[in-house]
């Protein structure tokens, strides 16, 4: 088992940004592929970005291209999503999802990919 945990969401302005940790405990971490993903009120959860497990391949939605950018920290078994140039439309559920990857440079874009998740960190942007 894999348990995660999420922190940094909340209340922010348009244009602002935020940082979302995700605490990753139970396995070796360094094992894990480790994605973002967000839930809108009424919506699909939606694929944000991933991260391999060894940490050197990244993708990211389009609608978050060049704005988030996925990291991880082995020693702190932990993953980070920093989101700048926020919009209203980013606001939505944040949860962050774990798998077990064979090879190093795997990521896993689709959540039904992903085995383990958090129990999300709630994102606000207003206008």
């Known amino acids: 088992q894999v348990q995660l945990v999420e922190v940094g969401g909340g209340l922010v302005q348009a244009g602002g940004s935020l940082r979302l940790s995700c605490a990753a405990s139970g396995r070796t971490f360094s094992n894990y592929a480790m994605g973002w993903f967000r839930q809108a009120p009424g919506k699909e959860r939606q694929f944000v970005a991933a991260i391999s497990r060894n940490g050197g391949t990244t993708s990211y939605a389009d609608s978050v291209k060049g704005r988030f950018t996925i990291s991880r920290d082995s020693a702190k078994n932990t993953v980070y999503l920093q989101m700048n140039s926020l919009k209203p439309e980013d606001t939505a559920v944040y949860s962050c999802?774990?798998?077990?990857?064979?090879?190093?440079?795997?990521?896993?874009?689709?959540?039904?990919?992903?085995?383990?998740w958090g129990q999300g960190t709630q994102v606000t942007v207003s206008s």
């Open positions: 999802a774990a798998s077990y990857a064979l090879h190093g440079p795997v990521v896993l874009t689709i959540r039904e990919d992903y085995v383990y």
